[in-house]
């Protein structure tokens, strides 16, 4: 089985325990990886609320350059679907770039061109609290008026927009503005709303207005997402993920398990090589091969095609 992730915070933990990417105590490496036939990600570079955002703008750089630094020959740094293409024809494992968190822009537009000319192609508009782009999902704040100016770019410049932790009001304003643009945007790691009461997933119309735009909904391995007091194993995410198909996400449901960016795991998913595990039990659950090899990559390879 191929898998495509669209979701980890695996950069910003290397760089953090000064630990390589071939092996280590992470949830992400690439011996971990080898159970797969081939494994594509995006990779999020996290700079931490806490920091003042002129100290994240630099942090952004730091993290980037540490993370190049542990790529080996194994892996390949893509911006188009042909890159995509061609690293696994080459038995390569294709990375993309994301950034998680908006506010390291600092009111400053042309940052973007920046971030876009070092590889970044997916921006999460927030993380938390609010900031100068708009309020995360702990808040019933916006877009500021900088935040409309940052997403108009993004869809000018190809750099997809993430409502994974935007506020309800973000992610409606945000949603009408890629309808009247006729632009893609996604949720990379947001659970589903409808199975587990929390502010940080995604209500069922903003997920169908994702999947009819053409995005993509991934599912996340937090716990305190999937299910009651911080517990969840691959029963609970099958549900979220049997109800996200439920709703017609057949052709947009993938997976952004948010790995090396949580302190806890699901039962039964210790590590990235655990994932497999769930296209067994989506099998007993009466799920097609054809779903389940959408879910796990063909999904992702659609969205890529169609917008890289």
């Known amino acids: 089985m191929k898998l495509f992730d669209f979701h980890c915070d ?25 159970n797969y036939d081939s494994y594509g990600q995006l ?3 996290f700079t931490q609320k806490s920091l003042p955002e002129e100290v994240a703008w630099g942090r952004f ?40 968190g908006g506010g390291l822009l600092c009111d400053k537009l042309e940052r973007l061109t920046t971030l876009y000319e070092h590889d970044v192609r997916f921006l999460t508009l927030v993380w938390r609290d ?5 309020g995360a999902f702990n ?18 410049m190809g750099i997809v927009v993430d409502l994974s932790h935007a506020s309800d009001p973000m992610a409606e304003e945000v949603l009408t503005m890629a309808e009247a643009a006729g632009k893609a945007v996604i949720a990379t790691h947001s659970d589903s709303r409808a199975v587990y009461a929390h502010p940080r997933n995604l209500p069922d119309d903003f997920a169908k207005r994702i999947a009819k735009l053409g995005g993509t909904v991934g599912i996340s391995m937090a716990p305190q997402h999937l299910g009651v007091n911080d517990y969840a194993n691959i029963d609970i995410i099958c549900d ?69």
């Open 130 to 134: 609010a900031d100068c782009i708009g």
């Open 10 to 34: 695996t950069p910003f933990a290397l760089e953090k325990h000064g630990e390589p990417l071939t092996d280590n105590n992470r949830h992400i490496s690439l011996k971990k990886v080898e």
């Open 240 to 308: 979220h993920m049997l109800h996200y198909l439920e709703i017609g996400l057949e052709d947009s449901l993938t997976f952004g398990c948010d790995f090396d960016g949580l302190d806890t795991l699901p039962e039964g998913v210790e590590n990235v090589s655990k994932i497999i595990d769930i296209a067994d039990a989506l099998r007993k659950k009466g799920v097609s091969e054809e779903q389940i090899e959408k879910i796990f990559y063909k999904n992702a390879e659609r969205f890529l095609k169609e917008n890289f």
């Open 43 to 45: 990779m999020a570079i």
């Open 61 to 100: 750089f730091v993290i980037r350059e540490d993370f190049y630094s542990k790529m080996t020959e194994k892996t390949a740094l893509c911006h188009t679907f042909a890159d995509y293409e061609k690293a696994i024809s080459e038995g390569k494992h294709p990375f993309f770039i994301a950034v998680e």
């Open 139 to 156: 808040t019933d704040v916006g877009l500021t008026d900088f935040g409309r100016e940052v997403v108009k770019k993004c869809f000018e």
